[in-house]
């Protein structure tokens, strides 16, 4: 009897989220965020009274045509060279160095 009581498990299964749910549900994206894929039609909601609910399937949907493969690894030609940053004013050659206690 105690079974029939308790849930099964933690999650809610739901098929009906709040908002405060479907943001942490699309991993913590704002409100903003959350309603602009609204208008944009991305995913779906159901009005009770004055609440909205988002529907947890189209919340999946979204997941599902947002997920992308991983990157191709870097060819051998272009590892190391990152580019990261902004580039140095002043750049010295390499054949130079700079002599010790030099500043």
């Known amino acids: 009897?105690?079974?029939?009581i308790r849930p099964d498990s933690g999650r809610d299964t739901s098929p009906l989220?709040?908002?405060?749910?479907?943001r942490a549900y699309l991993g913590?994206?704002?409100m903003t965020k959350l309603y602009d894929l609204l208008k944009r039609g991305e995913i779906e909601i159901v009005?009770?009274?004055?609440?909205?609910l988002f529907t947890r399937e189209s919340?999946?949907?979204?997941?599902?045509r947002n997920i992308r493969?991983?990157?191709?690894?870097?060819p051998p030609s272009l590892a190391g060279k990152r580019g990261r940053g902004r580039p140095r004013k002043?750049?010295?050659?390499?054949?130079?160095?700079?002599?010790?206690?030099?500043?």
């Open 1 to 4: 009897m105690e079974d029939a």
């Open 17 to 22: 989220i709040d908002a405060r749910a479907a």
């Open 90 to 103: 002043h750049q010295r050659p390499r054949s130079e160095s700079r002599a010790p206690g030099a500043s």
């Open 28 to 30: 913590g994206v704002g």
């Open 69 to 74: 493969q991983s990157p191709s690894p870097v």
């Open 47 to 52: 009005k009770l009274g004055s609440r909205t």
């Open 59 to 64: 919340l999946d949907a979204l997941i599902a």
